[in-house]
């Protein structure tokens, strides 16, 4: 008969033989996670775990790199270390769920719908014959323009079910500038700061500019067009960070307004030239949705020294930047700051902080409708007020508006 003691002898040595267990399948773990991470085989996720989230979790509770696991939602949040590009980028199913200064968090996608256009617009963009693909033209214009004929790329990729390639006749200025800079990434394009929309490179067999075939619908309350905005602008991972730091500097206090004041060269524009229009036109046309917090967005330094200036009684919101004043920056010049990379921080950071007001004032502006259309992804119940709605299209576009110049003009400091 063995011995009451003997068990309780065994009982330390058995512990031990779990500890080393559990020690020898960490180590393993953590070198399968390596190998992936590192050597950046992303079908080889799925293997190796059931879900992204399992995957996530399990790294965390080795490398403390993820803090947190939602059990409900599927969801969880990444220090920023950790680039997730890869991962995202083969992921499609995923969206962002919260960002702030310390972490990144992302969670299944809820909606049925949006979950499969996703993931099926991946598969095309992914895992078609690039030897069917099309070429989509990139215009190299302003951001919403530029963007808005990826988002019909996209569209088209949808619908059609082939490969888009997005090319660009010319280094895009938002990633090399307008005076010769050294560009941001060798691509030059949309590349340097989005997840890459395909892996079909070079020239497709179909080398049509698909705008002659599908043309562009806007921006507008399209739940698809939205989509694709969405898709085609889920940034980097250092492009999100830089963002979010600097959006969390600006001093946003509720409820608040936001004003577009768009300048710049729309008075360069000859026989469709648009007028500039002064901050008491803006403040005006707010009416009832007018707070005493107004996030003012604009092109122009003048207008933002005329707001200060002219209307001290309100609290004025902006980005302490490099602006142009009026139009001396010419034709379609959207780099004041001759850094295109900062350029586009700015821009990601404007998307962050604008939903949380609750109107948007404008002018005929396709950046406005831009501005919209992130507003509305977060905040659907957000409003807005175009002082150019109901207007004749020969009153926006005359070359009369032009002499409208003389509204842009030095304040002193």
Known sequence: MRKKGSRRRNRPLLRNHHLILLVLAVACTSFLLQLCLHVKIPN??????????????????????????????????????????????????????????????????????KAQVFTSLSHTQYHSSCHDSYVKLMSNSGWAVDLSYVVDGLLYAHEHKVPVIMLLREPWQYAAGRNGQSPVCPSANLDCYMLPLTN?????????????????????RSTLTLWMLEYATRGQTWLRKAAVELAAILPIQQPCTVFHVRRADVV???????????????????GRHLHSNILLLSDDQNAIQEALNEFPNYRWIYWNRTRHKGPQGGWENQIPSNDPAWEVVVLMATFLVIPQCNCLVHT??????????????????????????????????????????????????
């Open 44 to 113: 080889l996720l799925p293997l190796l775990y059931p879900t992204p989230p399992l995957l996530i979790h399990r790294l965390a509770t080795q490398t403390n790199d993820l803090i947190q696991y939602t059990r409900l939602n599927q969801s969880f949040c990444a220090i920023w270390d950790l680039n997730v590009d890869d991962w995202w980028t083969y992921t499609p199913n995923f969206e962002l769920a919260i960002q702030n200064t310390t972490h990144q968090c992302f969670r299944e996608i809820k909606n049925a719908d």
């Open 200 to 220: 079909c490179k070079g020239l497709a067999v179909h080398a049509d500019d698909i705008r002659h075939h599908y043309p562009w619908r806007g921006f507008d």
């Open 268 to 286: 360069l524009h000859g026989k469709f030239s648009r007028r500039y229009h002064a901050i008491q036109e803006y403040i005006q046309a707010a």
């Open 364 to 413: 005929k502006s396709n950046l406005a409708d831009y501005l919209y259309a992130t507003m509305i992804q977060t905040n659907p119940l957000a409003g807005r007020i175009d002082m150019d709605k109901g207007r004749p299209h020969h009153e926006i576009h005359a070359a009369k508006n032009a002499k409208s110049v003389r509204l842009s003009r030095n304040y002193k400091a």
